[in-house]
């Protein structure tokens, strides 16, 4: 009887704590790419296109749910943004360009405190990319418009601070920050995506 109570009680608080951790969370979220590059080439002719490694930043939202040890979330990321691109070795020009990418999640969080936890995760989902390109170049003139879709693949790498340690009262927001990176590959244009940069969350728990 002693042993049945003894695992009643531990089996209530394992539960406790788990609902204590457990529910569901909105976030909104900034990301610095240190470098970024894309690859592709003009339909037209043989010539490859090279991004400059400009760093930039995208705005993205998430919705998801965090199990505790493991949260799993569904997220969007834009980008829009006008830059000098390479032409092989013999050109540059003007490339205005949109990355959407939307991605599913789930990242494991042990706790290092009771406010701290270190997340490492996963995502895959979908990348689209909306370029506009206006070149110069020793062969001519090259102006194309073009939408490309991809599989996008990425994982992160970083830190969850609780504001329950700034309030003990305040504890249903969260700053999340690390290293992310990912990489797509289109079917058009032998076009690629890649880019590894830092990203700072903040998440609400509700």
Same mark, same amino acid.
């Given at each position: 009887?002693?042993?049945?109570?003894?695992?009643?009680?531990?089996?209530?608080?394992?539960?406790?704590?788990?609902?204590?951790?457990?529910?569901?969370?909105?976030?909104?979220?900034?990301?610095?790419?240190?470098?970024?590059?894309?690859?592709?080439?003009?339909?037209?002719?043989?010539?490859?296109?090279?991004?400059?490694?400009?760093?930039?930043?995208? +705005? %993205?939202?998430?919705?998801?749910?965090?199990?505790?040890?493991?949260?799993?979330?569904?997220?969007?990321?834009?980008?829009?943004?006008?830059?000098?691109?390479?032409?092989?070795?013999?050109?540059? %020009?003007?490339?205005?360009?949109?990355?959407?990418?939307?991605?599913?999640? +789930?990242?494991?969080?042990?706790?290092?405190?009771?406010?701290?936890?270190?997340?490492?995760?996963?995502?895959?989902?979908?990348?689209?990319?909306?370029?506009?390109?206006?070149?110069?170049?020793?062969?001519?003139?090259?102006?194309?418009?073009?939408?490309?879709?991809?599989?996008?693949?990425?994982?992160?790498?970083?830190?969850?601070?609780?504001?329950? +340690?700034?309030?003990?009262?305040? =504890? =249903?927001?969260?700053?999340?920050?690390?290293?992310?990176?990912?990489?797509?590959?289109?079917?058009?244009?032998?076009?690629?995506?890649?880019?590894?940069?830092?990203?700072?969350?903040?998440? +609400?728990?509700?």
């Amino acid at each position: 009887m002693k042993s049945l109570i003894k695992i009643g009680l531990i089996t209530s608080l394992i539960s406790a704590t788990a609902m204590a951790e457990s529910g569901f969370l909105f976030g909104f979220e900034g990301n610095y790419n240190f470098k970024s590059q894309t690859d592709f080439k003009y339909s037209n002719t043989t010539s490859k296109v090279k991004f400059d490694d400009k760093k930039y930043g995208l +705005i %993205g939202l998430k919705l998801g749910y965090d199990f505790g040890l493991v949260r799993t979330y569904a997220g969007y990321y834009f980008i829009c943004k006008k830059i000098d691109a390479k032409i092989e070795t013999d050109g540059h %020009g003007d490339l205005s360009f949109k990355h959407k990418k939307y991605i599913l999640g +789930i990242d494991f969080t042990p706790s290092i405190t009771d406010n701290i936890k270190l997340v490492v995760g996963g995502y895959g989902g979908l990348e689209q990319m909306t370029y506009k390109a206006n070149g110069k170049f020793s062969g001519g003139y090259i102006s194309e418009k073009s939408n490309l879709n991809s599989a996008v693949v990425g994982g992160k790498v970083g830190s969850i601070v609780s504001s329950a +340690i700034f309030n003990p009262n305040l =504890n =249903n927001a969260e700053l999340e920050f690390g290293i992310k990176g990912d990489y797509a590959k289109f079917s058009k244009h032998e076009a690629k995506h890649s880019s590894v940069g830092a990203y700072v969350a903040l998440n +609400i728990k509700f």
